[in-house]
Each structure stands twice: as structure tokens, then as C-alpha cells.
């Protein structure tokens, strides 16, 4: 305590692309975490290091970071903006003792600001209010605090929690006023000293008892090649210094801390001891999970460990059979999978993975992102894989089947209403609220089963021409529903191993789009393209055009096909049907079905 007389631990908190992370990289550059010559003060959100975070534009992990402001140290917890890594939120909530809430302008609160502040209220944090984007062109500010005064109302713990402090941000440009004002100059210096006041007056200094026994609940894990296992928690009681003996309660098994760190800037600081107050991390410590509490030798009393919501879709996964199996990934086996979904679940709370025949795995998470971001984080490690068709998790309640049910937000300008509706009824969704916004949008709120969900916002993107703002979260359990209408048409399968060329690849744009260029390796069985015909068809893509000696007119020469439709990984799962998977390699994305031969698929159609 000797750098600073006292800590605010303050998790950031927000639906997704509502301005955190860029707010928090303000934080960062203007308390001069960075100096002026460094790389970071150019880059724009700075926490988001991993690939796929940059690539998506959205925070996956968790992110802990410090900055000094007088004489206090602000630990800041930058959280997942989406609902299916609420799960990342729900464990990092637990080190904070007040949290910011950021409100896009023009948005207002979403169905992921809801979740997340619901939680926030429920431990007794203290929330301040950012209203960010207030540049948006469409931007209302009235109508966004008078929305989350309502979400106040409904979930406050008690009523000092309806006394919350609103400020007014422009994330981009680094601003932040305790008023708002629309004569704001863009152009000015940024300045976040009145969230940086703000936070300093309204959140309880963090505080404990350092007169008793060491003891932490462990938050967050990370690795390091040089020290291993890495433990991250809040040091709620006691002292702790390095080389002391201390034990994990659940597990029984002593240790000496090797290292002590605390968070300094975006890194970590090694100091001989910590006190109560501040975020720590250890190392030594011996297989140890997140949830678990480390104290001093004679005390077994844990902390309780964060609830953790359930999964609600799974897919099956397994080492890649088809005939291209092994030729361009480095983990190609089930003992390499099952290895590294062990390693998973140690940091991922919110996945389930049970093993089911010989070699598969049945892997359970929030949502589609949730999933498919495991996957490609699998794939750019070079692990081949094969997964089957998303499907729900049901659960038998009172002896009724039931399935997870969702809320799903739809923002689109009013000319899409119509289109909205109609590829909602096909699925199912019953209409909860509808009403018009001064942008000349429309709000739309339905509630349907999670399984009709999958796929929808690719739909639905297409049909407004990317004008969709979409949202969803889990509402409930409720009793199965009606077997959903087929929505998807029928394929064009490849009849013959090979590579593909034009010729072919024309005469099966004939019958519908291609999945796949000239070029192209492709094998029996293996999916090329989409029909708008119920039955699949089986197509040679691979066919050449018979060459003669007759000479033809230059016109005839020439093939014209159409380019291919890429497909990402979550399209590739939304496309896919029960008899078919997807090819995952760090390569490629292929789609084929589960039988390659068409013998063996008229065989299983005899035995269904």
C-alpha cells in the first residue's frame, strides 16, 4: 500500500460494440499507462490482443489492467460484451467492488446490458452510467436514460441503488462530461478526468481484514511457459507473501508461493507481498480451477464459488474421418483433442464437455459464438476436427421435456419490418413488444426457442442488407415445442474424387450456387454447392470438357462461372443438417455428409 493510500477494484461492464473497450483505452492513454513514443498510444482497443477479438471487433476474454489516478489505483476488469461469454463476466464480477455501465446513446440498454447489470446489482456493486456515442447521428439521450432508469426500477437490490451517477462519453474521441452538451468539439484533447473523479467519489474504496488468515477465491487462470499456472483473485482477507505455504481447500494440496504479481499498467509487477484490496495473481499453485478458494493451512472453510449459467446447444465433436483426414493439421487424434478440451475447461467455466462412443466428444456452451470461437481457436492451434449439426440441450423438469427458450432483440429500419416477421413466424417466435424509434427504426422484441434462433441473424442480415442490429438472451426453460418446419433446401454433393474445374463447376451452377472454386480438391460425398430442390443432388465437379481436334469459334471456348460462396464457421454450423458435418482444419472449411457414398446414405434412408 506504500505506492498509493487506497484501490477501486471496477469492472466494465456493456453490450457489445456500446464503447467499453474504447473508453477503458482512453483510461489507459491519459493516465499516461504508456508514454508518449509508445506503440499502444496509436492503436485502438488496446486490451483486445488476441486475433480473434481483433478480427470480430469484440471482447471474448476478461482483461485485467491498472492505472494510477492522485493518489489511488483503479483495477479495471474489461468484460465480454456478448451474451454467450456472459460466463466470462460472471466469474470476474466477484473482483470488483462497483462496476461502470456503458449505454450506447442510440441503442440504449440491450438485452446483454440487462444480464450483466442484473448480476452487478445482485452482489451490491455500486453502478455508474456512461451514455456513450452521444455523436451518433441518431443518437437520444432522454430516451436512453429513461430506459435504464426503467431497468433500475426492475432490478435494484434496494433503493440507494437507484441513486446512480450519470455521465455523457464520446468513446472515440476520448470525452467524457458530466453534463450533457451538443456543442462538443470532437477535436479537443480528451479528457476522462470526470469518470476518473467519478469513479474515485461514488466506488467504495476496496477494503478487508488483514488481521485474518490469508484466504482468496481464485477468478481467473492464466499460463505462462516460464512459471506455468497463473491464479488471479481479489485478496479479500489477510496478507500474503512469496515462498509462503499455503493450500488449496478443495483439493487438499499444499504449495509455496513461488511468484506474487499485481497488475500495473497492462502487465504485471512481481512484488514480496500483497495485502487486502488489490487484485493479485500466484504461482505454484497445483491444479487449480477457477472457483476454488486457497488459504492458509488449518482453514477449510471455502468461498462460494460464482453461479454459472447453463449451457443451451451442443455439438458433437470428433477427429476428422473424411478423406483428406490428416493432411493438414499438426492434432489429428481424439487423445490431442480430448487433451487440449481438458486444458478448456479449466478457463472456461460456461462449457461442458462429456465423452460419448469411441473418440467423440459432446461439447455444451451459451450459443453458436460461444462454440464456434472454441473451434477456430482449435483450428489456428492446428487441431483437425469434424462436428456435427448444433443442437439444444433439453432438461427433464417435473417430468416434462423442455428446451431453452430466448429473447431476441431486433433494431432495423422500418421498410424490413415486414420481412422480419415473416422469417421469425416460420420459426416459431411470438412478438412481445414492437415500437418505433425517432431514428425511423423499429424495435422488435420476440421470444422463441433457442433452436429456432440458429442461423436467424445471417437470415436476417441478408434480408435487410446488413442493416440489422440483433441481440438475444437466454429467457427460460420451457416445455418442447413444435418440431420446426425444414428451412434449408436440399445440396449439391461431389460424385467423384478429384479436382474441380470449370466445365463441371458450370454445369452445377446450373442447378444452384457452389460452395467452391476451380481448383479445388474434392472428394465423394463432399457438399459443392446448394439447391433450391428439396432432394440433394450429385453432381461432377471435378468433369473436363472433351477436347477435339474440330476447331470452334472463340465464344465456345470460354467457360463462365460464377465465384464461389464463402462460408464462415458459424455459417458452415448453421447450414449443416443431422445427416451431414463440418471439416474443420486450419486450412479449410468443407461441408459433407456423414455417409460419403451414395450407397451407404440409401441404405441408412432403408433403415430409418
Known sequence: MD????IRNVAVIAHV??????LVDAMLKQTKVFRDNQEEMKQERILDRNDLERERGITILAKNCAIHYLDTKINIIDTPGHVDFSGEVERTLSMADGALLI????EGPMPQTRTVLKKALALGM??????????????NVPEAIAAIETLFLELAQNEEQLNFPILYGIGRGGLVFYDFKTDYD????????PLLETILKEIPPSVGDNTKNFKMLISSIDYNPHVGRIAIGKLTQGKVKKNDRLVVIQSKKSFSVEHLYVFEGLGREEVETAEVGDIIALTGVPDIQIGMTVSVAGDNEAFPAPLIGEPTLHILLGANSSPFAGKEGKFVTSRQIEERLERELESNLSLKVDKVGSGGFRVSGRGELHLSVLLETMRREGYELEVSKPEVVTKVIEGVTCEPYETVEIVVPSEYEGAIHQECGKRFADLKNSE???SGEVRLVFEMPTRATLGLRS??????RGTLLYSSEFLEFRALGRALPKLRSGVLISSHDGQTLAYGLSAAQERGATFVGPGVNVYIGMIVGSTNRDEDIRMNVTKGKKLTNMRAAAADQTTRITPAQDMSLEQGLDFLEQDELLEVTPKNLRLRKRFLTDLDRR????QG
Open 3 to 6: 505506492k498509493y493510500s487506497s
Open 17 to 22: 460494440d456500446h464503447g467499453k473497450t474504447t
Open 103 to 106: 449505454v450506447d446513446a442510440a
Open 126 to 139: 455500486k453502478v455508474i452510467v456512461v451514455i456513450n456515442k452521444i455523436d451518433k447521428q441518431f443518437a
Open 186 to 193: 470532437v477535436n479537443t484533447t480528451g479528457d476522462v478526468r
Open 436 to 438: 418505433s424509434m425517432s
Open 459 to 464: 437470415i436476417l442480415m441478408t434480408l435487410t
Open 603 to 606: 441404405r441408412l434412408r432403408r
